[in-house]
């Protein structure tokens, strides 16, 4: 690997990739100017993440109405899932031409022998009685596995299970507001990737999820074109 890790690089996407060896990322995060999608996929975007990623890697690639469509097809022979992240609660926005953006997606893909981690080590209040109930009826269990037993607090002790709609609005955080909420980045982090994975995030803004991945006890590696956002992510890393 000739770019050190642990560090935030001021480059572009590709310049960084480059520098990471085959099969060596746990976790690759794409979060893009959506708009730039469609460029990104043309300039290999898609190939260049998938070479880096170790055969029980994960690449989560975030995107929104209308810039999916074309990715969806891109990834199609390695896409697994999605998950719907809402992103917005009320807001004073409004449109008068078609209804408000409230989400974005977050697009799973990977190849066969993925690492997952079903639960996501955060508590809910509630949780556990809301799966009983709703995976029971006059005391039957209506869950698509009826030779499993019915879900226990035993099921529950590694937090909740991941869902594929997550309800995490934005919201201030010691003094600004991070474009993906810390509580976002662990889920993804703490699901996606091993204790002492590699997370390589190439458009890293703010930078929420490498510093998440630190926290998390991952390796890192991250880089944006944007200067400021690289020095912001810098003085994090070393004030953590
Ligand atoms: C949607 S934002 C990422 C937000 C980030 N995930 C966060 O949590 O703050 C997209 C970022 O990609 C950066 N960017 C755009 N084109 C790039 C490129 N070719 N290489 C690296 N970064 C790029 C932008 O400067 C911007 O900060």
């Known amino acids: 690997m000739s770019v050190e890790l642990n560090k935030v690089y001021h480059r ?22 959506y708009q730039d999608w469609d460029d990104l996929i043309a300039k290999g975007l898609v190939e260049e993440s998938l070479r880096v990623l170790k055969p029980t890697g994960n690449i989560l690639l975030f995107t929104k109405k209308p810039y999916d469509f074309n990715l969806r097809n891109k990834i199609n022979p390695f896409f697994r899932n999605e998950l ?43 949780e556990e009685e809301q799966a009983m109930l709703e995976s029971e009826r006059d005391g039957q269990f209506i869950g698509y596995r009826e030779d499993e037993p019915l879900y226990s607090s ?53 930078g929420n999820v490498v510093l998440t991945a630190m926290r998390e006890q991952r390796r890192f590696v991250g880089c944006d074109l944007d200067a ?13």
């Open 154 to 206: 035993g099921h529950y002790r590694g937090g909740q299970f991941l869902k594929d709609f997550l309800d995490i609005p934005r919201k201030r955080e010691n003094g600004t507001i991070p474009t993906k909420p810390t509580e976002l980045c662990q889920i993804l982090i703490r699901c996606f990737s091993p204790v002492g994975g590699l997370v390589i995030d190439p458009f890293m803004g703010g």
């Open 228 to 240: 400021s956002c690289v020095q912001f992510a810098s003085e994090k890393i070393k004030t953590q």
């Open 12 to 33: 572009d996407c590709f310049e960084l990739l480059r520098e990471v060896e085959d099969k060596s990322a746990d976790l690759v995060v794409l979060d893009p100017n």
């Open 84 to 126: 719907i992240w809402k992103y917005k609660k009320n807001g004073n926005w409004y449109s008068t031409r078609m209804p408000i953006y409230t989400y974005q997606k977050i697009y799973w893909c990977c190849h066969e022998g993925f690492f997952y981690n079903q639960q996501t080590g955060i508590p809910r209040e509630g």
